[in-house]
């Protein structure tokens, strides 16, 4: 399970042979959260909302780059 990104200690991974849809996970201290990347919405779990900001920004302007790792992994 590669980490793609860590944004101010919020770790982006995506898992590889993962079940879809699309879509990555973020992991800050014991919270864990499943966003898809098309709408950048959550699939489950949860973050605390000011970091969840921060990494759906960041989602919404690297879709492309999310999504090519999917892709390669699964």
Known sequence: ???VK???GI???VY???HNPPHFHIIIAEFEEIIVIKTP???SGEIPIRHRKKIIQ???NNQAYI???WKKLN
């Open 58 to 60: 960041w989602a919404e």
């Open 6 to 8: 860590i944004i101010d």
């Open 16 to 18: 590889a042979r993962d």
């Open 11 to 13: 770790k982006v991974y």
């Open 67 to 69: 999504l090519k790792q």
């Open 41 to 43: 919405e959550t699939y």
């Open 1 to 3: 399970m590669p980490c």
